[in-house]
């Protein structure tokens, strides 16, 4: 069994979502895994990690719409604004995506679905740089 850990660092435009799975598989494949089981844990409590549908760029844009909604950005709604008014939104929003996935790894090749993809979704309106940790543990 072998083990290999790093951090994947992925620059963001601002809110939304952000497919990293070409990121994914790049760090992957070097490494030789035929099968084994990739965790990834990003290291922010205003970002979040998901899989989701990345055929139709409407499946982002309604759950970007959603989360507006569940999570408003909306002065004097939070106590909690230290870092402006899409701080504490951005901490309801990753409480809801999470911050962990866990993808096995079959032939080499992540095992998503046919129109699965991995997403950082960032929840603050300025760009940032986010670090995602990546474990893979396999043979």
Not at 19 to 31: G, N
Not at 40 to 52: D, E, K, V, W
Not at 94 to 103: E, M, P
């Amino acid at each position: 069994m072998r083990q290999f850990v790093d951090i994947v660092r992925i620059p963001t435009p601002g809110r939304g979502l952000v497919e990293i799975t070409p990121e994914v598989v790049d760090w992957l494949r070097p490494h030789g895994v035929r099968t084994g089981l990739l965790t990834l844990f990003c290291r922010h409590t205003s970002a979040g990690l998901l899989i989701q549908e990345n055929a139709s760029r409407e499946v982002r844009f309604d759950l970007e719409a959603f989360f507006d909604r569940l999570a408003p950005e909306e002065a004097g709604r939070y106590r909690h604004a230290d870092e402006g008014g899409d701080d504490m939104p951005a901490h309801l929003r990753t409480a809801l995506t999470g911050l962990q996935l866990a993808i096995p790894v079959k032939d080499g090749r992540l095992a998503l679905g046919t129109w699965q993809g991995i997403y950082l979704f960032e929840h603050r309106r300025t760009p940032r740089a986010r670090e995602i940790a990546v474990h893979l543990i396999g043979e």
